[in-house]
């Protein structure tokens, strides 16, 4: 994790070296139930809701949150506003 300031914001970058998401499917990614990797779907617990929840409320709070997978690494980087 990876923390630094710019302007009158906090940006947070979160990397998870391994398998990426395909490209084509990025702009799905924070869309509600959406799972990146159907083929393990069936014996998972989770209904796909973790993220969206993170842009819902990211975006309540009129921030925004990107995401970047190529190479054999995902980035997560969201931003905050300095009080």
Request: hydrophobic share 35%; aromatic share 10%.
């Amino acid at each position: 994790m990876r923390l630094f300031k710019q302007g009158g914001k906090a940006f947070v970058s979160i990397v998870d070296r391994g398998e990426t998401i395909p490209e084509a499917e990025l702009p799905e990614i924070f869309q509600r139930f959406h799972k990146s990797d159907r083929s393990r779907s069936l014996d998972r617990d989770g209904v796909g809701l973790g993220l969206y929840i993170v842009k819902t409320i990211l975006d309540g709070m009129g921030e925004d949150i990107w995401v970047r997978s190529r190479d054999g690494e995902t980035e997560f980087r969201f931003s905050l506003s300095l009080a």
